[in-house]
């Protein structure tokens, strides 16, 4: 018998560190910024090209992302290293600049529930929210990421449609986001669906512009990566030491750990860039400070020796 084809998949990919966002605003205990500026520094010096280190959102909505001002005025920057930060309006993206954020990033989602739950508004009105945001970034040379949430289910309204999350895509693709990532935010999507979804988002949105953001609430977000890696994404959110929790899954796990996306990306012999043990050690800090046990496999293997 023939062997079967080996398929191609991408020979780089680009990791998107979500861990001081993602993660952190879904921890329960205070955090300071002496030790979130810690944090993102260690992943700077992890290797990481690109790190989500805060919020520009209502303290009220998120408070563990209120001291995002002082994390990026204190941070050691490194050339080359992207250090973005969401803004959900024009007083997130104001705030931002003024803290010296080089991109931004405005969250929809594809689901109406979550959008009102979220963000205190329909999906209509937060784009129509986010054009305003997009006009200013562009004219001050800002480069600004789109998200879209619940594309493989929501906790409120249960199944959304895959053409429902291209709509928003597309839309927010066509606003002028460079980059369109897939969120799901409670972990509920499985490889098929993942593979599916992205044949029908990339009939709008080039796959080459999409990400992959995939909680690992149901031990399902490496195995949605590898994936979208056969559909040809290699863009990926991931959160050290699997940072963060899931507000609708008590106990729950929070973003795919991205020691756990390296080693399987090693494993694959695509490069990331990333320094695996520098990672680790950031990942077991942050989780010993937060006394919470790694979210990490790879890391909780082998830092167990
Ligand atoms: P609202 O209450 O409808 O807003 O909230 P508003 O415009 O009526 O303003 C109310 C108050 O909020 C005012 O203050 C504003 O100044 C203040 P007051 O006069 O009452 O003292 N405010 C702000 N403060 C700081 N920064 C701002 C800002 N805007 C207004 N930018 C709003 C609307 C969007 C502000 C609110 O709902 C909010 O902040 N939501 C944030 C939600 C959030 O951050 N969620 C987590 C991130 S999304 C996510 O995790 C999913 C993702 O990971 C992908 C995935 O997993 O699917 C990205
Ligand atoms: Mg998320």
């Known amino acids: 018998m023939m062997p079967a084809t080996q398929q191609e998949l991408p020979r780089q990919v680009r990791l998107v560190e979500v861990g001081p966002r993602d993660g952190l605003q879904n921890e329960q205990q205070p955090i300071s910024v002496d030790d979130k500026v810690r944090?993102?520094?260690?992943?700077?010096?992890?290797?990481?090209?690109?790190?989500?280190?805060?919020?520009?959102?209502?303290?009220?909505?998120?408070?563990?992302?209120?001291?995002?001002?002082?994390v990026f005025a204190r941070i050691s920057r490194k050339s080359g290293v992207?250090?973005?930060?969401?803004?959900?309006?024009?007083?997130?993206?104001?705030?931002?600049?003024?803290?010296?954020?080089?991109?931004?990033?405005?969250?929809?989602?594809?689901s109406e529930a979550f959008s009102q739950k979220n963000i205190n508004?329909?999906?209509?009105?937060?784009?129509?929210?986010?054009?305003?945001?997009?006009?200013?970034?562009?004219?001050?040379?800002?480069?600004?990421?789109?998200?879209?949430s619940c594309v493989l289910g929501?906790?409120?309204?249960?199944?959304?449609?895959?053409?429902?999350?291209a709509t928003v895509a597309r839309e927010l693709h066509a606003m002028g986001c460079y980059e369109i990532s897939l969120g799901d935010t409670i972990g509920t999507g499985t490889p098929g669906r993942t593979r599916q979804l992205i044949e029908t988002v990339s009939q709008h949105v080039p796959r080459e512009r999409l990400a992959g953001h995939y909680h690992d609430t149901y031990g399902q977000a490496l195995a949605n990566i590898y994936a979208s890696l056969l559909e040809g994404?290699?863009?990926?959110?991931?959160?050290?030491?699997?940072?963060?929790?899931?507000?609708?899954?008590?106990?729950?796990?929070?973003?795919?750990?991205?020691?756990?996306?390296?080693?399987?990306?090693?494993?694959?012999?695509?490069?990331?860039?990333?320094?695996?043990?520098m990672l680790i050690a950031a990942g077991q800090r942050i989780s010993q400070l937060l006394g919470r046990s790694n979210g990490s496999r790879v890391a909780r293997a082998l830092s167990s020796s």
């Open 39 to 70: 944090l993102v520094d260690e992943l700077t010096a992890a290797g990481l090209g690109y790190i989500e280190a805060g919020s520009f959102v209502s303290p009220r909505w998120v408070p563990q992302m209120a001291g995002s001002a002082e």
């Open 82 to 110: 992207t250090y973005a930060a969401l803004t959900p309006n024009l007083q997130g993206l104001e705030a931002a600049l003024a803290a010296g954020v080089e991109e931004v990033a405005v969250f929809a989602a594809a």
């Open 233 to 277: 994404v290699a863009v990926f959110d991931s959160s050290v030491a699997g940072l963060g929790g899931c507000p609708y899954a008590a106990g729950a796990s929070g973003n795919v750990a991205s020691e756990d996306v390296v080693y399987m990306l090693n494993g694959l012999g695509i490069t990331t860039g990333i320094d695996l043990d």
């Open 154 to 165: 929501c906790p409120y309204q249960g199944e959304v449609k895959a053409t429902e999350v």
């Open 121 to 148: 508004c329909s999906i209509s009105e937060s784009l129509a929210r986010f054009a305003p945001v997009l006009e200013a970034a562009q004219t001050r040379n800002i480069r600004v990421r789109g998200y879209v």
